[in-house]
């Protein structure tokens, strides 16, 4: 039995491998059973994050608390933007969102120059080079030294609208 509570523990959902039906002489209970074990089962699924990745708008099925109202849940969302040829400096790519309306959760990627991938943001780990994320309100910037020229990849931006 899953239980879909306010409290973040209470709805951490796990259905149980075995169901048990009544006998098929009772349709009303057999229809009621198995009407409850599809619900439990929608509840359940939706609360897993997805591992959906397109270059467009998505709802994660997080769940974040609103600060003005913690018995209430906001929903997560996400966008996955490509970031073409990057060169040293400051690259930028318009975002589209508008963040008066949101809160961002977290921002990553990957950059590759075809043999070596790189995290975004990549602090130097002993080398000279260095990569780093900002998004302001028009754009995502991409800052990059002189040994990621030429690389390119994707950044997932992942927010909370305000309701």
């Given amino acids: 039995m899953s239980t879909t509570g306010t409290n973040a523990t209470a709805r951490v959902g796990i259905l149980p491998p075995d169901i048990y039906l009544p006998k098929l002489d ?14 439990e089962t929608g509840v359940i699924l939706n609360q897993k994050e997805n591992g959906v990745y397109p270059l467009m708008e998505v709802l994660t099925s997080q ?18 933007y490509e970031t073409g040829t990057l060169s040293t ?12 309306t949101f809160t961002f959760t977290n921002m990553f990627g990957v950059i590759t120059d075809g043999t070596n991938h790189v995290p975004l ?3 130097d ?4 080079d260095s990569s780093n994320i900002l998004v302001n309100a028009t754009d995502i910037v991409i800052n990059i030294t002189a040994g990621y020229n030429n690389y390119s990849g994707q950044i997932v931006l992942e927010y909370v609208k305000f309701q």
Avoid: C, M, Y
Wanted: aromatic residues 8%.
């Fill in 125 to 128: 780990g002993g080398t000279t």
């Fill in 26 to 39: 009772e349709p009303e209970l057999f229809h009621e059973v198995i009407n409850e074990r599809e619900r």
């Fill in 63 to 80: 769940l974040w608390f609103k600060s003005d109202d913690p018995q209430r849940d906001r929903d997560g969302f996400r966008t996955v």
């Fill in 121 to 123: 943001p990549n602090g």
């Fill in 89 to 100: 400096g400051s690259n930028t790519i318009a975002h589209g969102l508008e963040p008066s």
